[in-house]
């Protein structure tokens, strides 16, 4: 079965009881045995649960992978992986432009625990490499990177991180005590797919080993749930991460596992929505010039499009664009009507984004300027709404910024011609050019 198919109809079999098309939802905490240890596959709803597990097989299938896990968030999902594969004195190498939680996690979490964290600026492949040792358990990528949206290789950096490792070697799990979590993997390479969705990308067919997702986002799609997802390309991976899951806890709630599994079955039409939007707005704004720069995969200007085109079924629903200052793109984001000012993404709803002070605010400034997130730069989540609603509203934001920003002894010549003839219809309403001055009339 094709993806489209494949989300509607995986983990949806109708209810052998009562024939309903929609499975319900099992909303209890404990399973009635017939006697003790005589069960029906569940016995407490921490460990398993029907409605999870049903989304964590389409979630399985979607990447094409062995097994699922469903968590109660991306980060949920991100410490248990690192917590199931890693012991202290072991090594993650990752590419640096990731989201702001993730290295959170990873930082203020982790290290103090005893995990060594190498981070790589390069997307070449080798690079990457450069940094394994027999200390690595895990690579950690994502692809498209948040909110930079560089792409990289999945294929290659497989190939140059197991080539690496093979000559290194990776040293067996220290402190060996008996757990169920111990286990002789390796290296594994890990692809947070959360930006494309499989709709868009599927890493595991292309070298990875484990797939995270926050469900929040584009696999939810509505805005309405937190939620995360593990999904290894062997059923043995997820053994150790099996156990935390249900030894730790982190776990999804079967009303939460049902809002995930209902929007993930209209997936690939939203996507096909986002990227048609996405393409529309970063063309538009590549024209602006109030951004000092635009970024979207979809762009020819853009440095891994070839790569994107390769490696993608769709450039994405996710655009970045800079203005010069903090105090602009603060004001340009105030100003945006249709597009909420909100954290998080992949919604059917646009959404607008300040990375430095909101998602990547606990990376410090060096570090995020490095980068090149700058107090500056803007991430727009295009959502499926009309896409000339979205570009009239952030037209009249953005020429709304330029009036504060521009002196007013330069507020003339052709930019602002087209404002200077009358009232004009914006993407909130109707703004009327007078004096080199925006004024909203109604």
Not at 45 to 60: F, H, I, V, W, Y
Not at 335 to 360: K, Q, R
Request: aromatic share 8%.
């Amino acid at each position: 079965m094709k993806i489209a198919t494949q989300a509607i109809h995986v983990g949806q079999e109708p209810d052998p009881t009562t024939g309903a098309t929609v499975p319900p939802i099992y909303a209890t905490s404990t399973f009635t045995q017939e006697a003790p240890g005589k069960h029906k596959g569940y016995e407490y709803a921490r460990g398993t649960n029907p409605t999870r597990d049903a989304l964590a097989r389409c979630l399985a299938a979607l990447e094409g992978g062995a097994a699922g896990m469903s968590f109660a968030s991306g980060l949920a999902a991100t410490n248990a992986l690192v917590c199931s594969l890693c012991r202290p004195g072991d090594s993650v190498v990752a590419f640096s432009d990731m989201y702001g939680g993730t290295y959170r996690l990873l930082e203020r979490i982790f290290r103090p625990w005893g995990l060594e964290v190498r981070y790589c600026d390069d997307t070449r492949p080798d690079a990457i490499a450069g940094l394994v040792d027999d200390t690595t358990r895990i690579v950690w990528i994502e692809t498209p990177t948040n909110p930079m949206l560089r792409l990289l290789d999945i294929a290659a950096v497989s190939q140059a991180v197991r080539a690496k490792a093979a000559r290194t070697g990776t040293r067996p799990i220290s402190r060996r005590g008996g757990s169920p979590m111990d286990h002789d993997f390796g290296m594994v390479l890990v692809v947070d797919n959360t930006f494309a969705s499989p709709a868009l990308q599927q890493p595991i067919s292309l070298g990875a080993d484990v797939v995270v997702h926050s469900t929040t986002k584009y696999l939810g799609g509505h805005s309405d749930v937190v939620g995360g997802a593990i999904v290894t390309a062997k059923a043995e991976t997820m053994a150790p991460i099996k156990f935390f899951h249900n030894a730790a806890g982190g776990v999804s709630g079967p009303f939460d596992c049902f809002l995930t599994h209902r929007g993930v079955k209209t997936l690939a039409v939203r996507m096909k929505a986002h990227c048609e939007n996405a393409m529309h707005v970063a063309r538009w704004a590549a024209s602006q010039r109030g951004f000092q720069k635009v970024i979207y995969p979809g762009l020819e200007t853009h440095p891994d499009h070839e790569l994107a085109r390769r490696q993608m079924a769709g450039f994405g629903g996710m655009v970045t664009v800079v203005l010069p200052t903090f105090d602009q793109a603060s004001r340009f984001m105030a100003a945006t009507c249709v597009f909420s000012c909100a954290e998080s993404l992949g919604g059917v709803e646009s959404l607008v984004n300040h990375p430095a002070v909101m998602t990547h605010a606990s990376i410090p400034k060096e570090v995020r300027e490095r980068i090149g997130i700058t107090d500056g730069l803007v991430r727009l989540s295009v959502g499926i709404e009309d896409k000339d609603d979205l570009v009239a509203d952030l037209e009249q934001a953005l020429r709304k910024e330029c009036v504060w920003q521009v002196p007013k002894r330069q507020r003339v010549g052709p930019e602002w011609g087209a404002w200077a003839s009358g009232p004009r219809r914006g993407g909130c309403g109707t703004w009327e050019c007078s004096r080199g001055r925006l004024r909203y009339v109604a």
